[in-house]
């Protein structure tokens, strides 16, 4: 396996980068999009700026042109003002190819929608080479533990009391790759999961291990590969 890094880009003065679930439609489908080490043509960069179906059926469209990645995607979260991704490159140097590309055509995007000017992203996007293998295991849960902030947030210090009503919400929670490896298609052409599901035992594995992860997880433990 090659290396992995941990990436993730917050919005200037922690504003929000997704206002809407049309802004998250559009931030997956580049996810998708912008994996190709071809240029983005003009037609497929903006036939989204209305459909969200559209969006989808592009996204699972299996005769569009063969992609060359950049990257693996082995893993991502979107939270309102920032997100995450767990990445391979290809290639040396896709890391950030990949991510000038992602974060520059999501803004332009984003301004034209909300007819603003100006940087939408704080500074080059945040990354770290996970070198540590005690690290490493713990990184896919932690991003996909990550939306629990947003209705929980004393998971990071343990203290959940009703772990079931944990699990549900982050079961209702599209917009990662959770839903992905728990077996449920969400947004699976989107990711490379093989590797990890091999590490995780499959579908099956990840769904049992998840809530014990997060009764375990000692998130002070992992703080130089967070990034937060």
């Known amino acids: ?18 206002l809407d679930d049309k802004d ?16 983005v043509s003009n037609s497929s960069y903006h036939f989204y700026r209305n459909s969200i179906v559209t969006a989808r059926r592009y996204i699972d469209d299996k005769e569009r042109k063969p992609r060359k990645l950049l990257v693996d995607i082995h893993a991502f979260c979107l939270m309102p003002n920032h997100y995450h991704l767990l990445l391979s490159p290809r290639a040396e140097k ?5 991510m000038k590309k992602l974060n520059m055509g999501y803004s332009r995007y984003f301004n034209e929608k909300n007819e ?19 690290h490493f295991i713990h990184l896919p849960y932690y991003i996909h533990l990550n939306p629990l902030d947003l209705m929980m947030p004393e998971w990071r210090e343990r203290k959940i009391g009703n772990y079931k ?3 549900n919400f982050l079961e209702s929670y599209r917009w990662s790759s959770h839903l992905d490896y728990m077996g449920q298609k969400n947004f699976s052409s989107v990711t490379q999961r093989e590797f990890l599901l091999d590490v995780f035992g499959g579908n099956r594995g990840y769904k049992k291990s998840i809530t014990n992860w997060l009764k375990e997880l000692n998130v002070k433990k992992i703080k130089d590969s967070i990034l937060e």
């Open 1 to 18: 396996m090659s290396q992995i890094y941990h990436v993730l880009s917050r919005g200037v003065d922690k504003r929000k980068i997704f």
């Open 116 to 134: 603003r000017v100006g940087t939408l992203f704080e500074g080059r996007f945040k990354s770290v080479l996970v070198e540590n293998q005690a």
């Open 24 to 39: 998250r439609f559009r931030f997956v489908h580049d996810l998708f999009e912008f994996n190709d080490e071809a240029p």
């Open 165 to 167: 009503k944990a699990i």
């Open 94 to 98: 896709n890391v950030s190819r990949f």
